[in-house]
């Protein structure tokens, strides 16, 4: 959907779509090239989470800004990039205190803190519970079998 504001001599075109979306409507507007870098979008119209272009996937922020996680793309088919879209997000808010514990694919490594204490992690960063569930002292963290 777009609105269209009329400012004096200026007309000013807004789109309701995310970065994203708005990115594909311009290449489609034009010629596509070969080899052109087509990206993912969610619903929203931004960016999803992992990208892939040629033979490597990354993590971006909503708006398509890399985060500095990256691999083949051969290795990525478990990758979700939700730690390093999390991290960024707090990073972004001015928060301070917050352990991020991110595995080399941008997902939550199996270990997470919170203060001085650790524990085993979901895909969420989330503590496992149940049976077995156990957390130590951030100090003996290398104990934790996840």
């Given at each position: 959907?777009k609105?269209?504001?009329?400012?004096?001599c200026?007309?000013?075109v807004a789109?309701?779509?995310?970065?994203?979306?708005?990115?594909l409507?311009?290449?489609r507007?034009?010629?596509?090239?070969?080899?052109?870098?087509?990206p993912?979008?969610?619903?929203?119209g931004?960016?999803?989470?992992k990208?892939?272009?040629e033979a490597?996937?990354y993590?971006?922020?909503n708006?398509g800004?890399?985060?500095?996680f990256?691999?083949?793309?051969?290795?990525?088919r478990n990758?979700?990039c939700?730690?390093?879209r999390?991290?960024?997000?707090?990073q972004?808010?001015?928060?301070l205190g917050?352990m991020?514990r991110?595995?080399a694919?941008?997902?939550?490594?199996?270990?997470?803190?919170?203060?001085s204490?650790?524990?085993?992690?979901?895909?969420n960063?989330s503590?496992?519970l149940?049976a077995g569930?156990?957390?130590v002292?951030i100090s003996?963290?290398?104990?934790?079998?996840?």
């Open positions: 959907m609105i269209v504001i009329a400012l004096c200026l007309v000013v789109s309701a779509a995310g970065p994203c979306q708005d990115y409507d311009q290449i507007g034009g010629r596509l090239r070969m080899g052109q870098f087509i993912q979008c969610d619903e929203d931004f960016y999803t989470a990208q892939c272009r490597v996937c993590c971006v922020d708006h800004k890399t985060l500095g990256h691999t083949n793309i051969g290795l990525a990758m979700n939700k730690c390093a999390e991290r960024d997000a707090y972004k808010s001015g928060l917050k991020f991110c595995d694919v941008g997902n939550y490594d199996t270990v997470q803190c919170v203060r204490v650790c524990y085993c992690a979901d895909e960063g503590e496992l149940g569930a156990q957390k002292h003996e963290m290398h104990k934790l079998r996840c």
